[in-house]
């Protein structure tokens, strides 16, 4: 399947393959479906708990972009989970700011991950009033 690897800048024909081969030492992931670009190795995993469950999770990250999503999630995940915004409102805020819709899952390099940080940051850090009070 044709896939954007964001190590290797273009789409690449990624091949299908599981948890035994990306993580050998981890037994409870070894029946999980996988993408993987030959040219450098690099990996998605896909929708498993889905009808499609092939369906890769967005472009083959690298491991930096991996660990930048994962810092994203960290301020991200809190402004929803704790109820200040609605998810919905909250990604739709942030795809008006960088004018394409936001999903961590398809940044593909570290400046996109650096600018959604950004905005996330901002509006975190913004006084307005909670969804509920305005
Ligand atoms: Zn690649």
């Known amino acids: 399947m044709e896939i954007y690897c964001c190590g290797c800048e273009e789409k690449v024909e990624a091949r299908l393959t599981d948890g035994s081969e990306i993580y050998p030492h981890r037994n409870d992931l070894h029946e999980l479906p996988f993408w993987r670009c030959a040219a450098c190795g690099n990996y998605v995993g896909c ?3 889905t009808k499609n469950r092939t369906a ?3 472009c083959i990250p690298t491991p930096e972009i991996r660990k930048a999503r994962q810092e994203i999630h960290k301020i991200l995940d809190p402004l929803w989970q704790t109820r200040r915004f609605k998810r ?6 942030i795809s008006d700011v960088i004018g394409w819709k936001f999903h961590t899952s398809k ?3 570290i400046e996109e991950c650096r ?3 950004r905005v996330i940051r ?3 850090n913004s ?3 909670p969804s509920t009070l305005s």
């Not at 919905?88 to 805020?93: C, F, I, T």
């Open 107 to 109: 940044t593909r390099s």
């Open 56 to 58: 890769p999770l967005g």
């Open 47 to 49: 929708h498993h708990k």
């Open 88 to 93: 919905k409102e909250l990604y739709q805020k």
């Open 122 to 124: 901002d509006i975190s």
């Open 115 to 117: 600018e959604v940080y």
């Open 127 to 129: 006084s307005a009033l």
